[in-house]
């Protein structure tokens, strides 16, 4: 069976993001390529939630830092958008406006947003933004139907260091159970939900190698040190795969958050 390696290099190196796996192609020399058994729809949607969430964390670790804005639009009941397509045309809206707000300040506006039905019928918007020290004030001037709330990325509850839970915050829906103060898991609290980015936050190409076989652990290129080693197995296939970031240690020491 072979084992490959992809490579993410971001922030011209400073951040390298890697992922090692099974292809699933295996037989003796020689011989044909054992078939696999067709992936459920069930699996299907868990490989695909999986890879939602790991290139959001990409394009955090990319183009966001821990200073900027994590932000919530609410919208007031009367306010209530009928549907899906009604609060896409909102959203919409509205980041233009703060888009117009980031160019006259010459910032580039780069953002990540969850829109997301409860199911009791509440409506809010989960957004990543670039912090330019009035950001927050930009959002609320923006948003005419309800409140908003933001903070700083380190000063949230999903701040680590690699992005791991923002990811999976801003990418949860309708399967995503919640997860009780008990630490046990309820039913989504999520009806339905739309996620998106910005077009201008495009992703570089890993580079790809095979590997002789399966590492025991992952072990740091010099210079770096390695955060948040995640192993599993991967739905569709049932194969393992092991994922983890590595960032350079004086971009640590330049860019520790306090």
């Known amino acids: 069976m072979a084992t490959k390696r992809k490579i993410y290099k971001f922030r011209q190196g400073d951040i390298l993001d890697v992922e090692e796996y099974h292809d699933g192609n295996y037989g003796g020399r020689g011989k044909p390529r054992i078939k696999r058994g067709k992936p459920t729809t069930e699996q299907m949607r868990r490989v695909n939630a999986m890879n939602k969430a790991r290139k959001c964390r990409q394009r955090l670790l990319q183009y966001f830092d821990f200073g900027d804005c994590l932000a919530t639009w609410t919208y007031e009941e009367r306010n209530r958008p009928g549907n899906m397509k009604e609060a896409l045309k909102d959203f919409q809206k509205a980041i233009r406006i703060v888009r117009r707000e980031y160019r006259k300040e010459?910032?580039?506006?780069?953002?990540?947003?969850?829109?997301?039905?409860?199911?009791?019928?509440?409506?809010?918007?989960?957004?990543?933004?670039?912090?330019?020290?009035?950001?927050?004030?930009?959002?609320?001037?923006?948003?005419?139907?309800?409140?908003?709330?933001?903070?700083?990325?380190?000063?949230?509850?999903?701040?680590?260091?690699?992005?791991?839970?923002?990811?999976?915050?801003?990418?949860?829906?309708?399967?995503?159970?919640?997860?009780?103060?008990?630490?046990?898991?309820?039913?989504?609290?999520?009806?339905?939900?739309?996620?998106?980015?910005?077009?201008?936050?495009?992703?570089?190409?890993?580079?790809?190698?095979?590997?002789?076989?399966?590492?025991?652990?992952?072990?740091?290129?010099?210079?770096?040190?390695?955060?948040?080693?995640?192993?599993?197995?991967?739905?569709?296939?049932?194969?393992?795969?092991?994922r983890y970031t590595m960032i350079r240690l004086d971009k640590k020491e330049r860019k520790k958050p306090p």
């Open 106 to 242: 010459g910032r580039e506006l780069f953002w990540i947003r969850n829109i997301e039905r409860g199911t009791r019928g509440a409506w809010h918007i989960h957004l990543v933004v670039k912090e330019t020290g009035n950001t927050l004030s930009i959002l609320e001037k923006a948003w005419p139907h309800g409140g908003t709330w933001g903070t700083k990325i380190r000063k949230s509850k999903m701040y680590d260091e690699d992005f791991t839970k923002l990811s999976n915050y801003m990418t949860k829906d309708e399967h995503t159970p919640y997860r009780k103060k008990d630490g046990t898991e309820g039913k989504s609290r999520i009806k339905e939900s739309n996620y998106g980015t910005s077009r201008n936050m495009p992703l570089p190409d890993p580079q790809e190698d095979s590997l002789y076989r399966w590492p025991k652990e992952p072990k740091a290129k010099k210079g770096y040190y390695i955060v948040n080693n995640h192993e599993g197995i991967n739905p569709a296939t049932g194969y393992k795969y092991r």
